[in-house]
C-alpha cells in the first residue's frame, strides 16, 4: 500500500468522522419534546390510516404497474409483425416496460410488507380488514410478477424456469446466450455493489439513532446478518466458479 493510498484513506475518514459527528449532533437536537412528538404523530398516522394506505398503494403502484405490463405486452406482441428495421427497437421498449413492470410490482410488495408490519400489532381493532387487504396485495402482486415473466417465455421460448419454482433463477439464467448471462452478471455485481453500501450506510444509522434514541440494538444486528451473508455468499460463488 503506496503513501497515496494511505492519504486517501486517513482523508475519507477523517470526512466520515466529521459527517457522522454532524450528522450525530443533528439527531441529539433532534430529541427534543417537539421533534419526538411529531415522530409519534407520523407514527400514529400510518396507524389510523392503515387501511386508506393499503387502498392507496394499490391506486398508486399496483395499477400502473398493470399498465405497464397491458403495454408491454402490446409492444411485444407487435414485434411478430414489424420489419427488421423496428424489430430490435420495439424488441429493446418491450423489455424496457416489462423491467419497469417488475421493479414497481417489487416496490409495491415491498411496501405492503413494511406497512403492515409497522402497524399490524398496534391496530388491533380493525386486524381482520388489514391483514385481508395485505393479502390481498400480495396475491395481486405475486400473480402480476408471475405472468409477467411467463408471457416473457412466451415470446421467447428459449427462457425457462418456473416462476413458482425455487430453482427458477438457476433454469432461467441457464437459458441464456453467453452474452445476455454476462449483462445479468455485470448488472448483479452492480447492484451487489449498491447494495453492500447501502447496508453499511444503515447500519452506520442504526447505531446512530441506537445511541441516540435508544432504539434497540435488533436492527443492528438484523442489518449487520446481512452484512455478513453478503460477503460469505459472495466468496462461496467466487470459489464455487473458480
Request: glycine share 8%.
Amino acid at each position: 500500500m503506496n503513501k497515496k493510498t494511505i492519504g486517501k484513506m486517513i482523508l475519507l475518514m477523517i470526512i466520515g468522522g466529521i459527517v457522522g459527528g454532524a450528522f450525530t449532533l443533528g439527531l441529539v437536537k433532534l430529541t427534543d419534546r417537539n421533534t419526538i412528538s411529531l415522530i409519534g404523530e407520523i407514527g400514529d398516522f400510518f396507524v389510523d390510516n392503515s387501511i386508506a394506505i393499503y387502498i392507496v398503494l394499490a391506486v398508486v403502484l399496483f395499477l400502473p404497474a398493470l399498465y405497464h405490463f397491458q403495454k408491454g405486452k402490446a409492444v411485444l406482441i407487435s414485434v411478430e409483425e414489424a420489419t427488421e428495421e423496428d424489430y430490435d427497437e420495439l424488441e429493446k421498449k418491450g423489455s424496457r416496460i416489462f423491467d419497469n413492470v417488475i421493479t414497481i410490482n417489487s416496490v409495491f410488495m415491498v411496501l405492503n410488507f413494511m406497512l403492515i408490519g409497522m402497524t399490524f400489532t398496534r391496530n388491533k381493532e380493525q386486524a381482520t380488514i388489514i391483514l385481508a387487504l395485505f393479502l390481498i396485495n400480495i396475491l395481486a402482486s405475486s400473480i402480476l410478477e408471475i405472468t409477467t415473466i411467463k408471457f416473457i417465455q412466451k415470446m421467447d421460448k428459449r427462457l425457462k424456469g418456473d416462476p413458482t419454482s425455487l430453482k427458477f433463477s438457476k433454469d432461467f439464467l441457464g437459458s441464456l446466450d453467453e452474452a445476455e448471462q454476462l449483462k445479468v452478471y455485470k448488472v448483479g455485481y452492480l447492484s451487489f455493489r449498491f447494495s453492500r453500501m447501502m447496508t453499511l450506510a444503515l447500519i452506520v444509522l442504526s447505531i446512530l439513532f441506537n445511541f441516540v434514541f435508544e432504539t434497540g440494538g435488533l436492527s443492528i444486528f438484523l442489518i449487520g446478518i446481512m452484512m455478513i451473508s453478503q460477503a460469505v455468499s459472495y466468496n462461496v460463488y467466487a470459489i464455487k466458479n473458480q
